[in-house]
T-cell receptor, first 110, second 109 residues
């Protein structure tokens, strides 16, 4: 059974640019959530989507947005990138039984 | 405010030296307490879910326990391959998963 797939694995962007990250959940999982992981803050919840609707949102600025498609694939967008957005972005797909994480996208903003 | 705190931040053990990692939580309406293992450059790998105080789960050298305020991950006779960061996360009553900052475990021969 395929796991959670995140693309790309690595990205380097310049301040002020925007970026889109992709997440394909485990087949049959309808919930996808996104997390930002930094050395100082650990994993912080960004948002969760279920059946194409945002069900939950963390405390991040409006520059961070997401969406989910009818096939449950999800994208996360960050506009006007700042140096502090450099992090590992993790996606998890879930059922009632637990959360499975992808390997993440390492974003570096220069 | 919901919070999850893990201790210690880092732990160095000799192979075979058992120890415990702590996760204390203050979360509204806890729906589950999760333990994950994370290796460098990878996503967290699921270990256990605990749902109610008194519950215990075991897997190989690991055993997780839960009380009303904290959870412990006991590591018995660890091996170097157990070296990783161990993350604890609490699922609140809005279905948000709140993570601690992790315990970085090093096991040396």
């Amino acid at each position: 059974k395929a796991g959670v797939t995140q693309t790309p694995r690595y990205l380097i962007k310049t301040r002020g640019q925007q970026v889109t990250l992709s997440c394909s959940p485990i087949s049959g999982h309808r919930s996808v959530s996104w997390y930002q992981q930094t050395p100082g803050q650990g994993l912080q919840f960004l948002f969760e989507y279920f059946s194409e609707t945002q069900r939950n949102k963390g405390n991040f600025p409006g520059r961070f947005s997401g969406r989910q498609f009818s096939n449950s694939r999800s994208e996360m967008n960050v506009s006007t990138l700042e140096l502090g957005d450099s992090a590992l972005y993790l996606c998890a797909s879930s059922t009632d039984y637990g959360y499975t994480f992808g390997s993440g996208t390492r974003l570096t903003v220069v | 405010e919901d919070q999850v705190t893990q201790s210690p931040e880092a732990l160095r053990l000799q192979e075979g030296e058992s120890s415990s990692l702590n996760c204390s939580y203050t979360v509204s309406g806890l729906r589950g307490l999760f333990w994950y293992r994370q290796d460098p450059g990878k996503g967290p790998e699921f270990l256990f879910t605990l749902y109610s105080a008194g519950e215990e789960k075991e897997k190989e050298r690991l055993k997780a326990t839960l009380t009303k305020k904290e959870s412990f991950l006991h590591i018995t006779a660890p091996k170097p391959e157990d070296s990783a960061t161990y993350l604890c996360a609490a699922l609140d009553n809005t279905d948000k998963l709140i993570f601690g900052t992790g315990t970085r475990l090093q096991v040396f021969p």
